[in-house]
């Protein structure tokens, strides 16, 4: 391959590469707008409707969601189990502390947080006193955010 062929093959390589490099202006309102999606799962999960939780997900086949080592491998499943979580609530709300973002383009992100739950069942226990951590992937899908995978796992409580 003589150099100019390599120069146009580098530059044609390269061309995508540059068209997904964000400035950090972009990357800060990216992972602004993936936190607001955050905070809107956790206002979903307060509204003890398994309809607006749903709509944190995609509709897609491609969801996946695991919890404490059970996979729920599309949204009928996780409905069905969140449905049945939901009715035992009597009050479900909290925080995020602290959170990390990373934006992976302009269209996927992912985000991890631990959740400081404001939490009580329905006999008027708390839950998640430890907290919850949760780590999702956001994509744009149909013109919003949705997370496409999922992880929850309980925190455990702080150390010596």
Known sequence: MNARMLSLAVLVLAGPARAQQLTAPEKAALADS???QAD?????LGTLNIDRFMEQFTADPDLTYVDGGRI???REALAKAA???FKGLK???GRWDPTRVVVLGRNAASFTGVFRADVVDTAG???WTDGKIWTFVY???RGGWKIIQAHEANARPAGP
């Open 125 to 127: 226990t708390a839950r």
């Open 34 to 36: 993936i936190r607001r």
């Open 91 to 93: 009050r479900a709300g």
């Open 40 to 44: 809107g799962f956790i206002a979903a």
């Open 83 to 85: 449905g049945g979580f």
């Open 139 to 141: 994509e744009r899908r």
């Open 72 to 74: 729920y491998p599309s």
